[in-house]
């Protein structure tokens, strides 16, 4: 029995129309963002396949996604799972915290090593070390808390965790776009995560601004003071990590230390991973193209272009107001 097969990749494409979330890109409609989502979706499944793993793509609109799958002509494994969290309209990210059902499926998978990440990643290299995690019931999370203190300051976010849980006394931030673990990790997850999340609809007046990383953050952070999982960060691993192709507060390292990532959550370029799937019958290992395209001297120009353009806009505004 080929090792690989204890192994499954999920994804998430939760659809809500007229959802109010900046997306890292500009869509024409509904449609054309469930799109944009659907051929990420298809990228990484492509990548995936090429190195002998599974990918299912976990939704509430099993026949919408099909029939779009239908008209571009492409079979992808779907999963229609009953999402039962609720979620108040216009929350901040409102289908992300959707999550937490996910969490209840993946838990129930009792003969799986589960990898929960989000669409619009690029598989940069062999991902064998995977086994080894699994084979040794390591349980992998993104730790960026260094990419959020400098976007919202240490205590604010401080303030916004101890809301949820006043025992905290350290930052610590996880990014929603990677989870891996067995069914017991993602049991204990999905438990926690559900309390916070609960606790953070019931603060929502003062916590209307938060994403679902917040109540994933209490929940891990809970689940590592139990001490009876390990609990290993992605980065630290070389596994997994983010890297933003726009403008941010956060200090970024030289692409060359992103090339050693097995694999690379790249939020602002949903476009490139879309476009890809336009090629994947002449390629499937995008990691130069990739690479070349954000080094090129248009894509830098376009960073500069729009880091200088909302300053010189807010002087103008200045001036006649």
């Avoid at 995936?48 to 494994?77: A, C, P, S």
Wanted: proline residues 1%; aromatic residues 16%; charged residues 25%.
């Amino acid at each position: 029995m080929n090792a690989k097969n204890d192994i499954c990749f999920f994804g998430l494409l939760h659809i809500t129309k007229n959802e109010n979330v900046s997306l890292n890109f500009k869509s024409q409609n509904d449609v054309h963002k469930i799109l944009v989502y659907l051929k990420n979706a298809i990228t990484l499944d492509q990548q995936l396949k090429r190195q002998g793993y599974k990918f299912v793509l976990i939704t509430n609109e099993f026949k919408y996604l099909n029939k779009l799958l239908k008209k571009i002509n492409y079979k992808l494994k779907i999963k229609e799972i009953k999402f039962t969290t609720f979620v108040p309209k216009n929350t901040h990210f409102y289908a992300c915290h959707f999550r937490v059902d996910v969490f209840r499926y993946l838990s129930s998978l009792k003969k799986k090593y589960s990898i929960l990440l989000d669409l619009d990643v690029l598989i940069l290299k062999k991902l064998s070390k995977i086994s080894y995690y699994r084979n040794n019931n390591i349980n992998l999370v993104n730790d960026i808390t260094n990419n959020v203190i400098p976007a919202y300051g240490k205590k604010n976010i401080l303030k916004s965790l101890q809301t949820l849980d006043k025992r905290i006394k350290k930052v610590k931030w996880y990014g929603g776009d990677f989870f891996s673990g067995n069914y017991s990790f993602f049991k204990i997850l999905y438990k926690y995560s559900k309390f916070f999340q609960k606790k953070l609809i019931n603060n929502i007046d003062i916590l209307s601004d938060q994403t679902d990383e917040l109540f994933m953050s209490v929940a891990i952070n809970e689940i590592k003071n139990k001490k009876k999982y390990i609990v290993k960060n992605t980065t630290d691993e070389n596994i997994f990590t983010r890297y933003w192709n726009t403008n941010v507060k956060h200090n970024q390292k030289q692409l060359t230390y992103y090339k050693k990532f097995n694999i690379l959550h790249i939020p602002a370029d949903k476009i490139f991973l879309s476009n890809c799937y336009d090629r994947l019958d002449k390629n499937y290992f995008f990691r130069d193209e990739y690479f070349a395209y954000v080094s090129s001297v248009r894509n830098i120009l376009k960073k500069k272009i729009s880091q200088i353009l909302p300053m010189k806009i807010k002087k103008i505004m200045k001036f006649f107001l």
